[in-house]
């Protein structure tokens, strides 16, 4: 169900962006692939405890459900356009400390971002700024998050910004089809709610990708 809703607001912002226009070029590509997460500060704050700070070390395990996938929607002008894409990005912390049961933004460490993009020298090169809706899952102390919450009551929240540099390579294939694999490096911040406190959890990721797309 949680799912189900974070798709629909996908299709809604799909809708938004191509209303209103038409003259340009559309592309609209779908990703799987993996991603790897750089070891990276993590603070827990909760009440009546100290704070529980750590070099957090991630897996991403991108091809476990829910997997790892990305979607994008650009609008082309020559060699130029913007773009709507969504990344859903996974962390699920490795190297717990005895006082954390569980800690994972597995149902999505998602990264929602605005791109400039070019096509230059046989590339594409995107460039975005955006923001991360989370859906945490911990257990810190013994006490659970609950999953009840947050936006739609469905416990996605939008927690921090986002940014990403992405250099790509698309391979036609037939008509209007085509094949790309693609680098990308995002950075991330994000405070998620834990029991009674919040975690700061930023990101600096490591991608890998590749898909199909089409253009119109």
Same mark, same amino acid.
């Given at each position: 169900?949680?799912?189900?809703?974070?798709?629909?607001?996908?299709?809604?912002?799909? /809708?938004?962006?191509?209303?209103? *226009?038409?003259?340009?070029?559309?592309?609209?590509?779908?990703?799987?692939?993996?991603?790897?997460?750089?070891?990276?500060?993590?603070?827990?704050? @909760?009440?009546?405890?100290? =704070?529980? %700070?750590?070099?957090? =070390?991630? *897996?991403?395990?991108?091809? +476990?459900?829910?997997?790892?996938?990305?979607?994008?929607?650009? $609008?082309?002008?020559? +060699?130029?356009?913007?773009?709507?894409?969504?990344? !859903?990005?996974?962390?699920?912390?490795?190297?717990?400390?005895? =006082?954390? @049961?569980?800690? *994972?933004? %597995?149902?999505?460490?998602?990264?929602?971002?605005?791109?400039?993009?070019? !096509?230059?020298?046989?590339?594409?090169? !995107? #460039?975005?700024?955006?923001?991360? /809706?989370?859906?945490? *899952? %911990?257990?810190?102390?013994?006490?659970?998050?609950?999953?009840?919450?947050?936006?739609? +009551?469905?416990?996605?929240?939008?927690?921090?910004?986002?940014?990403?540099?992405?250099?790509? $390579?698309?391979?036609?294939?037939?008509?209007?089809?085509?094949?790309?694999?693609?680098? $990308? #490096?995002?950075?991330?911040?994000?405070?998620?709610?834990?029991? =009674?406190? %919040?975690?700061? #959890?930023?990101?600096?990721?490591? !991608?890998?990708?590749?898909?199909?797309?089409?253009?119109?």
């Amino acid at each position: 169900m949680r799912i189900g809703r974070l798709v629909l607001v996908q299709m809604l912002l799909l /809708i938004l962006l191509f209303a209103g *226009e038409a003259g340009a070029t559309w592309t609209f590509e779908l990703f799987s692939g993996a991603q790897y997460n750089v070891p990276m500060p993590l603070v827990m704050r @909760q009440q009546g405890f100290a =704070d529980l %700070s750590l070099l957090g =070390d991630y *897996e991403s395990q991108p091809f +476990n459900s829910p997997i790892y996938y990305a979607w994008r929607l650009g $609008k082309w002008h020559g +060699n130029r356009g913007w773009e709507l894409e969504f990344v !859903h990005q996974k962390l699920i912390l490795h190297n717990r400390p005895d =006082d954390v @049961q569980n800690f *994972e933004v %597995s149902h999505g460490y998602n990264l929602l971002t605005l791109n400039r993009a070019w !096509h230059l020298y046989g590339l594409h090169l !995107h #460039v975005g700024l955006g923001m991360v /809706i989370t859906h945490p *899952e %911990s257990t810190v102390r013994g006490q659970t998050h609950p999953g009840n919450q947050g936006l739609f +009551n469905a416990g996605y929240y939008i927690s921090g910004p986002t940014t990403q540099v992405a250099v790509g $390579k698309r391979f036609p294939l037939w008509y209007t089809l085509f094949a790309t694999v693609e680098g $990308k #490096v995002t950075a991330s911040f994000a405070r998620v709610p834990i029991a =009674d406190g %919040s975690a700061d #959890v930023p990101s600096v990721a490591l !991608h890998g990708l590749f898909g199909l797309g089409m253009n119109w």
